[in-house]
């Protein structure tokens, strides 16, 4: 059972624009969200993360945003850069019960040039 | 900086044999670690959680007999894939976790190919 999904398999946007991803979950529990950023064989590096106590985060040129009652989040990126082309996994936990975090399917981001 | 090292990057081994791969966190000390893999296009699939000085938590339908996990010291995790077949050939990555909230770190991945 997905309880973290990620329904955009991929995007394209043009440089300069804003990037939106976008990524729903089921448990109610989770309390910690944060997305990663990963290029072809390699790890995912992270990006941002976010506590059910707040509903944005902003760093530089990603923000976060939560909605707790719509159980979705989503990742902004503006401007979208070239070098921002990856797949992005957005990924939550319940910290309060350990270390286990669970991973959305990826969208993959392509950034035209 | 990476703060997790993940070796080897690639492997490519014959069916039957042993692989083992490392997991080391860098600037610091982990009681746990964790392992993943990845098939194309589909998400991170935990697969176990490494415990220091104790045995390791496998996920449901992760065979611990066949993927072995070692973590002897605090910085030093393996996953030894043993007998390992061609269905075996996939994405494995590392992460470990700094205390408190803080977010996963994750090595860069190690490809295993079995022919």
């Known amino acids: 059972d997905q309880q973290v999904k990620q329904n955009s398999p991929s995007l394209s946007v043009q440089e300069g624009r804003i990037s939106i991803l976008n990524c729903d979950y089921t448990n109610s529990m989770f309390d910690y969200f944060l997305w990663y950023k990963k290029y072809p064989a390699e790890g995912p590096t992270f990006l941002i993360s976010i506590s059910s106590i707040k509903d944005k985060n902003e760093d530089g040129r990603f923000t976060v945003f939560l909605n707790k009652s719509a159980k979705h989040l989503s990742l902004h990126i503006v401007p979208s850069q070239p070098g921002d082309?990856?797949?992005y996994f957005c990924a939550a936990s319940v910290l309060s019960t350990g270390n286990q975090f669970y991973f959305g399917t990826g969208?993959?981001?392509t950034v035209i040039p | 900086g990476a703060v997790v090292s993940q070796h080897p990057s690639r492997v490519i081994c014959k069916?039957?044999?042993s692989v083992k791969i490392e997991c080391r966190s860098l600037d610091f000390q982990a009681t746990?670690?964790?392992w993943y893999r990845q098939f194309p296009k589909q998400s991170l699939m935990l697969m176990a959680t490494s415990n220091e000085g104790s045995k390791a938590t496998y996920e449901q339908g992760v065979e611990k007999d066949k993927f072995l996990i070692n973590?002897?010291?605090?910085t030093l995790s393996t996953l030894t894939v043993t007998s390992a077949h061609p269905e075996d050939s996939s994405?494995?990555?590392?992460?470990?976790r700094r205390i408190g909230n803080s977010p996963l770190h994750f090595g860069n991945g190690t490809r295993l190919t079995v022919t």
């Open chain 1, 85 to 87: 082309s990856a797949v």
């Open chain 1, 107 to 109: 969208t993959s981001l």
């Open chain 2, 15 to 17: 069916s039957g044999t």
């Open chain 2, 71 to 74: 973590h002897a010291s605090l």
């Open chain 2, 32 to 34: 746990t670690m964790f």
């Open chain 2, 91 to 96: 994405f494995y990555i590392c992460s470990a």
